[in-house]
């Protein structure tokens, strides 16, 4: 089959399109041919193995695993003698650590649920990750109710937009911040209220709010507690930080500065979880969640698509179809 495959971190051209075997199924595993795989920063910072820390965990010297990419979405090939919930021909979505950006995956069933009608297979590639943690940022840390104000920033990414209609679904006012350019996307996705900041700093409004997803981490953490009610809750969920211990020291401070203050400031680490993903499907199912799709990239160009989501400011998420 082919595969998008890297023998050493580095920057997007350590990728090949290389032929490599067909993975075969354990007993509760199934084959997926796959058709679309999304892609995003997470999946960038482990191709180039920064920050270093993430070496303890996908290989020292080289990346453990050859092939890139996490999220996949596409059709049973084959199942294991003990799955009984997918056979073959069924369409499915949902995460594998063992690499997506190929024609085949190798998924333990547990990771995988049906792809809802009327819901297309690139649509459905975009969701796993992304969604996952708008959902157990709003849901689980936060502990979002209908009518609290939320802000979110980076409301036109590949979290920021599916965190938008999440908390819109629980019954919560929704303010989106975003470039220019956006402010349209970011509307049309339910926010009741964006703000530009090419044109105004949110941490400078007089607006309060009981929860703050901030995806950006542009603004210093006492500018952004200012725009917190005297006990909401602030999330920040960037990836980026230092090239050592990348978002590390950032986590550290928040956790020690919460101690401090009625205000609760929640650094996370998303988690895949089946149950949530059935909750992504059924949200997909009726509508109130739609993947927004920035582009589109064949599996020949694998290493475009990493390079354009490590350089930022996507709108929604980014595919690789097989």
């Not at 695993?65 to 996949?72: A, E, F, K, T």
């Not at 084959?78 to 063992?98: C, H, M, Q």
């Not at 988690?271 to 949530?276: N, S």
């Not at 109130?288 to 929604?316: C, M």
């Amino acid at each position: 089959m082919r595969a998008a495959v890297q023998h050493r971190y580095g920057p997007p051209s350590v990728l090949s399109s290389s032929e490599v075997g067909v993975p075969a199924p354990g007993r509760r595993d199934v084959l997926v041919r796959v058709v679309a795989a999304s892609v995003h920063p997470g999946d960038y910072f482990v191709m180039t193995g920064e920050p270093y820390v993430l070496r303890l965990a996908f290989g020292l010297r080289r990346p453990r695993h050859g092939i890139p990419g996490r999220d996949l979405a596409g059709v049973v090939a084959a199942v294991g003698r003990a799955v009984t919930t997918l056979r073959p021909g069924d369409e499915v979505f949902g995460w594998s650590t063992a690499g997506t950006l190929a024609e085949y995956a190798c998924v333990p069933a547990d990771n995988l649920v049906p792809v809802p009608a009327d819901v297309s297979i690139v649509d459905a590639a975009a969701v796993p990750t992304s969604a996952m943690t708008a959902l157990q940022a709003l849901r689980d840390v936060a502990g979002l109710r209908p009518g609290q104000r939320v802000l979110v920033t980076g409301a036109s990414g590949g979290v920021g937009s599916f965190a938008v209609q999440i908390a819109k679904a629980f019954g919560a006012e929704v303010t989106g911040v975003c470039s220019t350019r956006n402010v349209d996307l970011v509307r049309s996705l339910g926010a009741d209220h964006v703000v530009d900041y090419t044109k105004t700093d949110f941490t400078r409004t007089e607006n309060r709010y009981d929860v703050v997803l901030d995806n950006v981490e542009a603004q210093p953490l006492a500018a952004v507690r200012r725009v917190l009610t005297p006990t909401g809750t602030l999330v920040p969920n960037s990836g980026r930080g230092g090239r050592w211990l990348g978002p590390l020291g950032r986590i550290v401070r928040a956790r020690a500065l919460s101690g401090f203050t009625r205000q609760r400031l929640k650094p996370f680490l998303s988690v895949e979880k089946r149950q949530d993903l059935l909750a992504l499907a059924d949200l997909l199912a009726t509508g109130q969640v739609r993947p927004v799709i920035d582009r589109t990239y064949p599996l020949a160009e694998a290493a475009e698509a990493l390079r354009r989501v490590g350089a930022g400011h996507t709108r929604g998420k980014v595919v690789v179809t097989v």
